[in-house]
């Protein structure tokens, strides 16, 4: 008998689970048992360990699916045992002891950084501040989904998940990618991460890479494309 991977996406930054809505409806459909994790944008470190906890209490293998901010994290946490494949969607594919700061900063920026908001949040009622980061909501349709449907991505900006600013200073401990089949999709129209941030980070890990015309939210605007990839690595993946 045949043994399918769980599914399990992992959101990035200025997003939540709902941002693979039309992907994970067509998985779904496909009878694919998936879990759409609620990562807590604290940090690399807090959101790696919180996914992997979530991937340990899952009987059987599991394929981790990320976008974004979500990649790093997955590099971190896919490193469980019953990881079987990685797929990044526009993610980030660190190396280990690289931080999100690093990997951006060999590349010229993307038009995100002029249009980040930050605002100081409370830390366990100590007094001690941290910062969230998150996107102009004016601006967040026109730079995070422009090919998406206005009325989608007008409520996408007001209910942003921000991460905190430390996320991008923290080193990755582990590279999954290493010891884990990956695929990559790179967002070629992407304005919100520097698209040849993606390539060099998913060539350095010799994924198996596709290429799609899309916004930074290809799951919206491209979910076929993006659904074909993580078939291809269930397929890929399924003992």
Known sequence: MSSRPTVVMV????????????????????????????????????????????????????????????????TVAGVEENVVGLV???????????????????????PLVEALVFAPFALDGTGEAGIDVSVDVARFPEIFAPDVDPAVSRLLAVSQRPLAQVAFGEPAGVAAWKSKPAWGVVSSSDHVINPDVIRFGYERAHMKVTEVDSSHLVMFAHPAEVVGVIREALATTTS
């Open 88 to 110: 990044y969607l526009a993610g980030y594919a660190l190396d280990q002891g690289e931080t999100i700061a690093e990997l951006q900063g060999r590349f010229p920026d993307s």
């Open 11 to 74: 959101h990035g930054a200025f997003a939540d689970g709902g941002s693979f809505g039309p992907v994970t409806s067509a998985l779904l459909d496909d009878g694919v048992q998936v879990v759409v994790a609620a990562g807590p944008n604290r940090g690399l470190v807090t959101d790696a360990a919180y996914i992997a906890s979530v991937v340990r209490r899952i009987d059987g293998p599991v394929l981790l699916v990320a976008h974004s901010y979500g990649g790093a994290v997955i």
